[in-house]
């Protein structure tokens, strides 16, 4: 209704519905719960040749999604926040690296072109008005290209503080969770202005135990979740990386 772009879909609710929305969208295509999904859980990937009946039982869920498999270019997402009386500030656009289906890494800014980022950051303030939202969510987009060139394709949406705003932490002058208190607390929002450069990586299962590597590194910040044992694919706490921006050239 907003006129924002995203992937082809359809409604799914049975293996009828599934074979339906196949013939409408095509393969490969991204089936995904609508409910408790993330960080790859509840999503499959269907393709030619694959048994459809055998997919759906094993997402065992009785409402889902089908998207068109979208060939981005990159993964970017918006952190938002908006208060009551209207007031919205974004931080920069964040560029995501996903691994076995987990976020990974985050670099601030995303290496695109400003007005793509000036898009998307649109984009996020739009949702967010229509929605009427207070607080901080998150907008995740795909980059593609099209015949006039790049565009962004909305990809999910986290009404909350979001994994890939962690960077917020050390590298802006306000982080996504102080702007979240300040949103719903009916408080003016912070300015977000970002330090320089920044790169969050997630420690993830085992990873945790080489977190002492990053204490001697500058401009590094090491944060535990203190979760207990790891697990394979658990996020166990991460790393923000804060490095000047280079000077520009004359």
């Not at 859980?41 to 039982?57: C, L, N």
């Not at 909350?160 to 960077?167: A, D, K, M």
């Not at 945790?208 to 166990?236: C, E, F």
Request: glycine share 8%.
């Amino acid at each position: 209704q907003l006129g924002i772009g995203t992937a082809d879909y359809a409604d799914v609710s049975s293996t009828a519905s599934l074979r339906e929305a196949i013939a409408k969208i095509g393969l490969p295509a991204v089936l995904k719960t609508r409910r408790f999904g993330y960080d790859g859980k509840g999503q499959a990937i269907i393709r030619q040749g694959d048994d459809t009946d055998r997919v759906w039982k094993d997402l065992a869920t009785k409402s889902a999604i089908l998207e068109a498999f979208v060939p981005f270019e990159r993964e970017i997402s918006v952190i938002a926040a908006r208060t009551a009386d209207g007031e919205v500030e974004c931080f920069d656009v964040t560029e995501n690296e996903h691994r076995d289906h987990i976020l990974k890494i985050s670099r601030a800014p995303a290496d695109i072109p400003n007005a793509l980022a000036a898009q998307a950051r649109a984009v996020a303030e739009k949702i967010a008005t229509a929605l009427d939202y207070v607080g901080v969510l998150a907008v995740e987009m795909f980059v593609v290209q099209d015949k006039g060139g790049a565009k962004v394709l909305v990809n999910e949406i986290a009404p909350r503080v979001h994994n890939s705003g962690h960077w917020t932490l050390d590298g802006a002058t306000i982080s996504q969770f102080e702007q979240h208190i300040r949103a719903i607390a009916g408080w003016p929002l912070g300015k977000p202005v970002r330090h320089g450069q920044v790169t969050m990586t997630n420690l993830i299962g085992d990873d945790i135990n080489d977190y002492p590597q990053w204490l001697s590194i500058p401009g590094a910040t090491v944060h535990l979740y203190g979760k207990g044992p790891p697990r394979p694919g658990r996020k166990m706490g991460h790393v923000t990386e804060v490095r000047p921006m280079p000077s520009k050239r004359p």
